[in-house]
Structure formats: structure tokens, C-alpha cells
């Protein structure tokens, strides 16, 4: 499907682009949760679980799919087979049990997503020392265990180290202090 875009003349024009989609999306949003209820009580009706399977394919990478899943899982007591989507069903007393949750659990509301905290190799790298040193006060404590720690390091490692710590740089400007210092 290609898509037709749309531009802006002024700031009024993008603000009321952005309002449809924002009402789209969380129209969207409440459609998948109709379907879902219909699909769980349509499960307790007929006992077939298996449109829970074709709504969440059919969605596939448009929602978070994860949080649909789970909330089938929770209020629809559909079983999971890792990998394999749903394998089986806890029955009708399950969705008895919890359809008036199911209607007011918004499907969305599962299985956030973790935002992008960032890295800092810094402080990644003192996480590293810090277990390093709290391992050899363990082998202190038990020598016994030594045989758990391996503190072997190989030189590809050591150089890729090296390599994002700007090692080479950082020589470099040693050197040219010392010789300036002579």
C-alpha cells in the first residue's frame, strides 16, 4: 500500500494533520480492544479460543502485540507455547471468572515498553571492575572457589578495550607533555 503525505502550509495545518492521526491511532487502539473482548467471548460462547490468534496475527507489527497476548493470556486464559502462539485454553470458567476485568483492563496497559535508557561506557566499565573486585574478595573468602573466576582477558578484547577508551590518543598526549617537559 503506498502511502499519500500530506504537507502542512502552516503551523494550524500540522496541528490538525497530527490531531487525526493521534484520534486514528487511539480509535485504533479501542477497536482492538472490542475485537479482543468479542474474541474471548466468543471463545466462552463457542468454546473456539483460535480467533485470538488470527486477531493478533492479523494485527502483527502495528501494536504491541506482546501486551495483546498478555492480555489474552490473563483474561482469556489462552496458554502460550513459546514461539508457537497460543496452544491451548484454560476453558470457559476462566473467562467467566475475570470478563468483567477483561472489559475494563485496556489491552495497552500490558507489557509496556522500556524506553531507551541510553549507555555509558564509563560506568559500564566500573560495573565491570566492581564485580571483578567483589569475585576476588569471594576467592579470598573461599579459595575453593577459584576454579569459578576467570580473569583471562584475550588481546583482541584487550585492544577493543583499548580502542573505546581512545587509549591511543590519550599516549599520544602523554608523550607530547613529556617531551615538551624536556
Not at 508457537?84 to 476462566?94: A, I, L, P, R, V
Not at 591511543?168 to 607530547?176: A, C, R
Amino acid at each position: 500500500m503506498a502511502i499519500k503525505y500530506i504537507f502542512a502550509k502552516d503551523a494550524a495545518e500540522l496541528s490538525r494533520i497530527q490531531k487525526r492521526a493521534v484520534n486514528s491511532v487511539n480509535k485504533a487502539r479501542d477497536m482492538v480492544q472490542i475485537a479482543a473482548v468479542a474474541t474471548i467471548k466468543h471463545a466462552y460462547d463457542h468454546g473456539d479460543w483460535t480467533f485470538a490468534q488470527t486477531l493478533v496475527d492479523g494485527l502483527g507489527n502495528t501494536i504491541n502485540g506482546q501486551a495483546l497476548v498478555e492480555w489474552f493470556v490473563q483474561f482469556g486464559g489462552l496458554k502460550v507455547e513459546d514461539g508457537k502462539g497460543f496452544s491451548g485454553w484454560s476453558g470457559k470458567e476462566h473467562v467467566k471468572e475475570h470478563f468483567e476485568a477483561a472489559k475494563a483492563t485496556m489491552w495497552w496497559d500490558l507489557k509496556k515498553k522500556n524506553p531507551y535508557k541510553g549507555f555509558d561506557l564509563e560506568q559500564a566499565l566500573k560495573n565491570v571492575l566492581a564485580q571483578h573486585a567483589k569475585a576476588m574478595k569471594m576467592v579470598e573468602a573461599n579459595p575453593d572457589d577459584a576454579d569459578k573466576i576467570q580473569v583471562h582477558v584475550n588481546d583482541v578484547t584487550i585492544k577493543q578495550v583499548l580502542a573505546l577508551c581512545n587509549f591511543e590518543e590519550m599516549i599520544e598526549g602523554v608523550e607530547e607533555q613529556d617531551q615538551q617537559a624536556a
